[in-house]
């Protein structure tokens, strides 16, 4: 296709996720949350891809830096724009053209970060019942705000239920930072 119109559907699906492709990033982003996992971290692990390539990886790393804004998303996009600097490119065109894959469906917070940085497409695992940005408690991804960077798409619930199993393993685990739950008396 020679057109304008061509163009951007050929760039369009050359980084919208193949069945393929949600299978492959999403077996490292699951191996990145069994990492946070076995060392005491919410198990969420993060992929971010472009052009077929992995510019920014990462899981949560909350505990390990004690600062509650070190999601593995947050953690991968760090780690784009580094690459990006090295590779003297500029951010806001690599990031419309790269894909996210993560386990669990990222947060407010980091959902807002996503549009900020015009990210077209998430590909994730479970909802995220707690923080959820992109349906769950807010809809950041979708949500009519001009002022806060571009929508983004989501492709929702590859191995969900894997990824569910995780955060409950963990959420069970015994924080020794955590009140101590009160029992209820019915
Ligand atoms: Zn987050």
């Keep these: 296709m020679g057109t304008e119109e061509g163009r951007k559907a050929d760039s369009a699906k ?3 996720p193949s069945d393929e492709d949600i299978e492959r990033w999403m077996s490292s982003a699951f191996d990145m949350a069994k990492d946070a996992l076995e060392n005491g971290e919410v198990p969420v692990g993060c992929l971010m891809v472009y052009d077929d390539r992995v510019v920014g990886k990462g899981r949560n790393e909350v505990n390990e830096t004690k600062n509650a804004t070190r999601h593995a998303e947050m953690v991968a996009l760090d780690q784009l724009r580094d690459w990006c600097r090295r590779g003297n490119l500029d951010v806001s065109s690599v990031c419309e053209r790269t894909a996210l894959y993560v386990t669990v469906e990222p947060c407010i917070m980091c959902a807002a970060a996503l549009r900020l940085l015009n990210i077209p497409v998430v590909v994730y695992g479970c909802r995220n019942e707690r923080f959820g940005g992109c349906g769950s408690v807010l809809d950041v991804s979708s949500a009519d705000l001009p002022q806060t ?3 983004f ?3 929702s619930g590859h191995r969900a239920e894997e990824a ?3 955060l409950k393993t963990f959420y069970k685990q015994e ?3 955590a009140p101590k739950p ?3 008396k019915d």
Aim: net charge positive; glycine share 6%; proline share 6%.
């Design 149 to 151: 960077g571009t929508t």
């Design 14 to 16: 050359s980084f919208y």
């Design 182 to 184: 009160k029992t209820r």
């Design 153 to 155: 798409k989501c492709v």
């Design 175 to 177: 924080n020794p930072n």
């Design 164 to 166: 569910v199993e995780m």
